[in-house]
């Protein structure tokens, strides 16, 4: 094992900015307001699981079922698309009621280990070892976490105008996020 401190660094930057738990923010407000119940704890062991899964075996399934890298983005830039209508608008696509679905779908995946995150990490795993990816997946669900365990401080903090503006703001950035992924992939 060779662990290099500033790949993990590098691999841990470009993965925080591809999760953006802190932009997601307002997404995963919304479904607890629908769902009543966020378990962090959860949702973090989900996402790091489907992350590290993805990382080992993403390719291989891929290929296995016939889905090339760019099929799983364009399907990952539908997916935002309507979560970003969801904002925008103020409507709800999604009619499942499930509570305990609110977990997976759609804080776990595809807000968290979603399309971007698992192209980002079958690209970062061209370049990096392997074990500074996981090293900086840790890291990343770390910081996942503290941000969905304090999410009832953040929505104290940010009040209903401030969520309502997020809302709207990340809206439009998870928007122009799934036009560019779409995009980059057609």
Do not use: C, H, W
Not at 138 to 150: E, G, K, P, Q
């Amino acid at each position: 094992m060779y662990f290099n401190f500033k790949d993990i660094a590098t691999i841990t930057t470009v993965l925080f900015a591809v999760i953006d738990v802190v932009g997601a923010i307002p997404v995963i407000l919304q479904v607890k307001e629908r769902s009543g119940n966020i378990k962090p704890l959860n949702i973090t062991l989900i996402s790091g699981g489907i992350m590290i899964v993805f990382l080992l075996l993403g390719q291989s399934l891929l290929d296995l079922i016939g889905i090339d890298i760019k099929s799983f983005a364009i399907a990952g830039a539908f997916i935002l698309f309507f979560i970003a209508l969801e904002m925008l608008l103020g409507i709800r696509i999604n009619k499942d009621d499930s509570t305990g679905n609110a977990n997976v779908i759609p804080i776990a995946f595809p807000l968290i280990a979603g399309a971007g995150t698992m192209t980002t990490l079958l690209s970062l795993r061209s370049a990096y070892a392997m074990e500074n990816i996981i090293v900086a997946i840790l890291i990343n669900l770390v910081v996942v976490y503290v941000v969905l365990r304090n999410l009832y401080r953040l929505e104290t903090l940010l009040g209903p105008s401030g969520i309502s503006i997020l809302r709207k703001a990340f809206g439009v950035i998870i928007l122009a996020l799934a036009v560019k992924l779409f995009k980059s992939n057609i």
